[in-house]
């Protein structure tokens, strides 16, 4: 016959009053925030103003303006849909910076929207806020990219090049590996072929 395991509740003092129970519920909420947080499960609405587009790389050379009017127009009529990609890029003891890791194109139609209406609803945008270094937000830019269509074979290799300029990568060949690492062979010839010319 087994028996069920008691839990442990946590230690508190002999005299427990309501000010010590609201601490530890509260304790254990900035934890699970942090948590949640970490694994870009949580949502946050950043002003727009604190957000960096240049702080990385980015990958895109071509604006397809009927697609981003598109995408404006979208978000102006329902609200954002997708939460843009951003990571802390300020010290600890500077006002808080973000650098933008994906969603460019989201970020420029709010801002624009809320540059013509003053509307205060588009003065903020919804992101996942994530710890990034820049390897790892170049990385996670172009697997959102991957996804989406529309990146070029010789705009890869543009972006693969000025991730290594930037001290990103060690080599072209890491790069990739990073980057690219589930693209077939033969793609990953074809961007070493590009960077190299």
């Given at each position: 016959?087994t028996?069920?395991?008691?839990?442990?509740?946590?230690?508190m003092s002999?005299?427990?009053?309501?000010?010590?129970?609201?601490?530890?519920?509260?304790?254990?909420?900035?934890?699970?925030?942090?948590?949640?947080?970490?694994?870009?499960?949580?949502?946050?609405?950043?002003?727009?103003?604190?957000?960096?587009?240049?702080?990385?790389?980015?990958?895109?050379i071509a604006?397809?303006?009927?697609?981003?009017?598109?995408?404006?127009?979208?978000?102006?009529?329902?609200?954002?849909?997708?939460?843009?990609?951003?990571?802390?890029?300020?010290?600890?003891?500077?006002p808080?910076?973000?650098?933008?890791?994906?969603g460019?194109?989201?970020?420029?139609?709010?801002?624009?929207?809320?540059?013509?209406?003053?509307?205060?609803?588009?003065?903020?945008?919804?992101?996942?806020?994530?710890?990034?270094?820049?390897?790892?937000?170049?990385?996670?830019?172009?697997?959102?990219?991957?996804?989406?269509?529309?990146?070029?074979?010789?705009e890869?290799?543009?972006?693969?090049?000025?991730?290594?300029?930037?001290g990103?990568?060690?080599?072209?060949?890491?790069?990739?590996?990073s980057?690219?690492?589930q693209?077939?062979?033969?793609?990953?010839?074809?961007?070493?072929?590009?960077?190299?010319?």
């Open positions: 016959m028996t069920a395991k008691k839990l442990k509740s946590p230690k002999g005299t427990t009053t309501s000010r010590d129970v609201e601490s530890l519920i509260n304790q254990g909420r900035a934890e699970g925030e942090d948590r949640l947080r970490q694994a870009g499960l949580l949502l946050e609405e950043i002003d727009i103003d604190q957000i960096d587009e240049e702080h990385f790389v980015r990958d895109r604006h397809d303006e009927d697609a981003f009017h598109e995408l404006r127009s979208s978000i102006y009529a329902s609200g954002q849909k997708t939460p843009i990609e951003v990571t802390v890029i300020s010290d600890p003891d500077e808080l910076r973000y650098g933008l890791v994906s460019w194109r989201r970020l420029h139609a709010i801002r624009e929207i809320f540059c013509e209406t003053r509307d205060p609803g588009f003065a903020t945008i919804n992101a996942r806020v994530l710890q990034h270094d820049v390897s790892s937000a170049l990385v996670a830019l172009a697997i959102e990219n991957e996804v989406r269509k529309g990146i070029s074979p010789f890869r290799a543009l972006f693969i090049r000025r991730t290594v300029e930037a990103a990568f060690a080599s072209v060949d890491q790069a990739i590996l980057m690219y690492g693209a077939s062979a033969a793609k990953q010839s074809k961007i070493r072929t590009l960077v190299r010319l």
